[in-house]
C-alpha cells in the first residue's frame, strides 16, 4: 500500500509539471525533494512534449513520458483491481495484502470444499475492504486438498498454480473464478473449464495448457499439506492469526475479534457466536433416491435408512458383520425400514475402494449385489493388501457368477460415474468418514451399535427424530477454582518421584494442538529440570473433547493400553508427534495399533485390550472429573493443587513451581 501511494503520488507530480511548466526553453535540476525531471518541455499544450522521468530514490519506483505513453519502472509489485498489494512470499505462497503487515493470516484451504467457498464468497471480501486493504492483514493462501473427499481439488490447486506463473494478479483471479464456480468444474471435466477460465481471464492459453499438464506442482501441493499437517491442520478451511488457529469458515465477527486481539498483541479467547433465537428443531436433509448402489426392504416402510460405505474402511466392516444382520431382522423384513446403501470411497486412505464398489454394482447387474458386498467385507483384509482386481474376480467367479459379463461391466468402468456421484452427493450433505446413516434425512455417524439405530428408527416412527437434535440448554459451566484444590491421583499414570514436594496434575486431549505444543516445547524441560531431580510428580488425566475432537477418547485408550505393557509415556508422545497423522482419519485405530508395532509391543494384546475399550470408563470418569473441578479446556494443570489453564510458556511453570518449593 506504502508503494502504490508513491505511485500514485509521482503521477500527480507528472500532472502538475505538464500543465505548470510551460515552455521554459530550461532544464531542471532535482528539486527539494528529491525528484528527478528530466528533459526540459518546449510546449504546454502539448505541440511537443519530449522525455520527462520522475523518480523516487527511496522506493526504487521510477515514472517516465515518452510522447503520450506513460511507464512505471524500478518495481515488481502487482496490484489487484481495488489497488491491494499482491505477490508470492520467498517460498513461493500467493499472499494479498502489505506484506509488513503486523497481522499475517494463514489459511489452510481446498477449492472443492464448500466451506471454504463460503469463506471466500461471505468473509473475505468484507476483510479485503477493511483490514487488508487497510494494511492491517496480510493474508498467505496454502493448498490443503482433501482428495479422499474432493477428487478435483488438487487439479484445481494446480490451475490457479499456473496462472500464478503470470503474474500474482492473475493468480488471484484464477482463485476468485474457481471458488466462484465449483458446479462447473467440480467433475472429470475440471482442466478443460480450467482452460476456459484461462481464456476468460487473457492468460497465454499455450502457457497455462502446458504448465496443466505437466503436474510440474504436485510436489509443491503435497508440501503445503505436509507443512498443513505439521501444524495440526486436519480439514478445512482452518486458519492461523499470527500462529493462533482458527478452525473452519467462522462468520465474520469472529474474524474481526481475533485480528483485532492480534493488533493488540493479545491472543482471542473466542466464543461462539450467541444463537439469535432459541434453538428449533433441525430441517432433515433431502437425499435423493436415485443413484444407490442397491436397496433392501419396501420402499413404502415408513422409516428410511441411507448408508454411505466404503467397502476398504474397518469399521465400514464391522458395521456389516456385526450390526447389519440384526438391522435385516429387526427393522427390514420387519417393514419398518427401507434401507438404501451409496458408495463413499476415501480415496486417499482407501485405494481400492473405489475398485470394490463397481465390482458389488457389477455383481448387482445380476442380481448378486448383497452376496459380494458380504463377500466382499468378509475378505477384506485379503484384497485390500494389494491385488485387488484380481482377488475381486475370483470372489465374483465363486458366487457363481457371468464371468464374460462381469468383466464387460468392470472393463467398461460402467460404474464410475455412479460411484463418484456418491461421493460428491455423501459430500455435499457433510459426509466425512465412513460409514455415515441417514434416518429419514438426520445424520448418524459411524458404526454405531444397532440399539442406537432401533432407537432412531422407533424416535421418527413416533414423529420425534428431529426432537432429538435440538441442542439441550447446557448447564452453567462449574468456575475454575480460585484457590488449591484436592486432586485425586488414583491409579492414573505418572512419572517421579511419589514423594517429591510438587505434583503437577495435567488434564489433556490426545487430539488437541494446544496440548501437542505443551508437549513437544515445554513438557521436555519440566521433565528435564524438575521431575528428573525428583521435585516434581507428574500425573496424566484424559479429558477429550469429543465435540471436537472424535478421536481423542481413542487415543486416550491406546494410550492406556500401551500402558498394560509399561510403554504409557512412549505411546503418549508418539501420539502427540504424529497428531496430524491420525486426527480426523476414519483409520485412526489401525493407526494406533502400527504405532504399537513401532514401539515394540505386542499388537495383538494392545488389539484386544483397544477393542475391549477396556479403559473407556476410566477415561470418561477422569473427563468428569476435570469437569467437576473447573476444566472447560486443554492443557490445564493443577500445581499442587492450584490451578493453571492453556499451554502456558515453561517460564510459566518455572515460576509456579519454584514458589511452591520455597513455600
Same mark, same amino acid.
Given at each position: 500500500m506504502k508503494k502504490q501511494s508513491i505511485i500514485l503520488s509521482l503521477i500527480a507530480l507528472l500532472a502538475l509539471l505538464v500543465t505548470a511548466c510551460g515552455p521554459m526553453g530550461t532544464t531542471n535540476p532535482a528539486d527539494s525533494s528529491g525528484s528527478e525531471i528530466g528533459s526540459e518541455i518546449e510546449d504546454a499544450a502539448g505541440n511537443t512534449i519530449r522525455d520527462i522521468v520522475v523518480s523516487a530514490p527511496e522506493s526504487n519506483i521510477e515514472l517516465s513520458v515518452s510522447g503520450d505513453e506513460l511507464s512505471v519502472s524500478g518495481d515488481e509489485t502487482e496490484y489487484d483491481a481495488n489497488g491491494i498489494e499482491v505477490g508470492f512470499t520467498e517460498d513461493g505462497r500467493p499472499y494479498r495484502g502489505d506484506r509488513s503487515a503486523p497481522v499475517v493470516l494463514e489459511e489452510f484451504s481446498d477449492f472443492q470444499c464448500p466451506f471454504c467457498s463460503r469463506y471466500v464468497a461471505e468473509t473475505l471480501p468484507a476483510l479485503m475492504d477493511n483490514q487488508i486493504a487497510e494494511g492491517e492483514v496480510v493474508t498467505i493462501f496454502y493448498d490443503y486438498p482433501l482428495t479422499s473427499i474432493h477428487p478435483q481439488a488438487t487439479a484445481a490447486s494446480h490451475a490457479a498454480r499456473c496462472a500464478g506463473e503470470q503474474g500474482a494478479v492473475a493468480y488471484w483471479d484464477m482463485h476468485d473464478t474457481i471458488f466462484s464456480r465449483p458446479n462447473e468444474w467440480a467433475n472429470n471435466s475440471a482442466a478443460a473449464v480450467f482452460n476456459g477460465y484461462a481464456q476468460e481471464l487473457g492468460l497465454d492459453i499455450a502457457a497455462f495448457g502446458e504448465c496443466q499438464s505437466s503436474g510440474k506442482y504436485d510436489t509443491a501441493i503435497e508440501d503445503d499439506i505436509a507443512l498443513g499437517?505439521?501444524?495440526g491442520v486436519g480439514s478445512t478451511p482452518s486458519f492461523f492469526v499470527n500462529d493462533q488457529p482458527l478452525i473452519g469458515a467462522q462468520p465474520l465477527s469472529v474474524f474481526n475479534q481475533v485480528?483485532?486481539?492480534?493488533?493488540?498483541?493479545? *491472543?482471542?479467547? *473466542?466464543?461462539?457466536?450467541?444463537?439469535a433465537a432459541p434453538a428449533v428443531a433441525p430441517t432433515p436433509a433431502t437425499i435423493p433416491t436415485d443413484n444407490f448402489a442397491a436397496a433392501l426392504g419396501d420402499p413404502n416402510a415408513p422409516v428410511t435408512i441411507v448408508e454411505y460405505t466404503d467397502y476398504q474402511c474397518p469399521f465400514c466392516q464391522r458395521y456389516s458383520q456385526e450390526t447389519m444382520p440384526q438391522m435385516i431382522t429387526n427393522l427390514i423384513e420387519t417393514g419398518r425400514v427401507y434401507y438404501m446403501i451409496k458408495d463413499f470411497p476415501l480415496d486417499q486412505i482407501h485405494?481400492?475402494?473405489?475398485?470394490a464398489a463397481a465390482a458389488a454394482r457389477c455383481a448387482g447387474d445380476q442380481d448378486a449385489y448383497w452376496e459380494m458386498h458380504d463377500a466382499i467385507f468378509?475378505?477384506?483384509?485379503?484384497?485390500a493388501e494389494g491385488a485387488a482386481a484380481q482377488v475381486l474376480t475370483g470372489i465374483a467367479a465363486g458366487l457363481g457368477l457371468d464371468m464374460d459379463s462381469y468383466a464387460a461391466c468392470i472393463d467398461g468402468r460402467k460404474y464410475d460415474d455412479a460411484v463418484q456421484a456418491n461421493l460428491e452427493e455423501g459430500s455435499r450433505l457433510g459426509v466425512q468418514g465412513t460409514p455415515a446413516f441417514f434416518i429419514d434425512g438426520f445424520p448418524i455417524s459411524g458404526a454405531q451399535p444397532f440399539e442406537l439405530f432401533e432407537y432412531g428408527v422407533g424416535l421418527a416412527e413416533a414423529g420425534e427424530l428431529a426432537e432429538a437434535y435440538v441442542p439441550r440448554e447446557a448447564p452453567p459451566e462449574p468456575t475454575p477454582p480460585s484457590g488449591p484444590v484436592d486432586v485425586p491421583v488414583g491409579d492414573a499414570f505418572s512419572i517421579g518421584d511419589p514423594d517429591a514436594p510438587v505434583t503437577i496434575v495435567e488434564?489433556?486431549?490426545?487430539?488437541?494442538?494446544?496440548?501437542?505444543?505443551h508437549v513437544q516445547q515445554t513438557f521436555p524441560f519440566i521433565k528435564e529440570n524438575y521431575i528428573d531431580e525428583g521435585l516434581v510428580r507428574y500425573v496424566f488425566k484424559d479429558f477429550p473433547l469429543t465435540s471436537i475432537h472424535p478421536q481423542? *477418547?481413542?487415543?486416550?485408550?491406546?494410550a492406556r493400553c500401551a500402558g498394560d505393557q509399561d510403554a504409557y509415556l512412549e505411546m503418549h508422545d508418539l501420539l502427540f508427534a504424529a497428531q496430524g497423522e491420525w486426527a480426523n482419519q476414519s483409520n485412526a485405530m489401525a493407526l494406533f495399533a502400527g504405532y504399537a508395532g513401532q514401539l515394540g509391543l505386542d499388537t495383538a494384546l494392545f488389539t484386544t485390550c483397544m477393542e475391549s475399550n477396556k479403559y473407556e470408563a476410566s477415561v470418561m470418569a477422569d473427563l468428569e472429573e476435570g469437569v467437576s473441578l473447573g476444566v472447560r479446556g486443554t492443557p490445564a494443570f493443577f500445581i499442587n493443587g492450584n490451578f493453571v489453564s492453556g499451554a502456558q510458556p515453561y517460564s510459566a511453570f518455572e515460576e509456579a513451581i519454584n514458589l511452591m518449593l520455597n513455600q
Open positions: 499437517r505439521s501444524r485480528i483485532e486481539a492480534a493488533l493488540n498483541g493479545e *491472543v482471542a479467547a *473466542v466464543q461462539p457466536p450467541e444463537p485405494p481400492d475402494a473405489r475398485a468378509n475378505n477384506q483384509s485379503a484384497w488434564y489433556t486431549d490426545f487430539q488437541c494442538p494446544f496440548c501437542s505444543r481423542a *477418547v481413542g487415543a486416550a485408550l491406546a
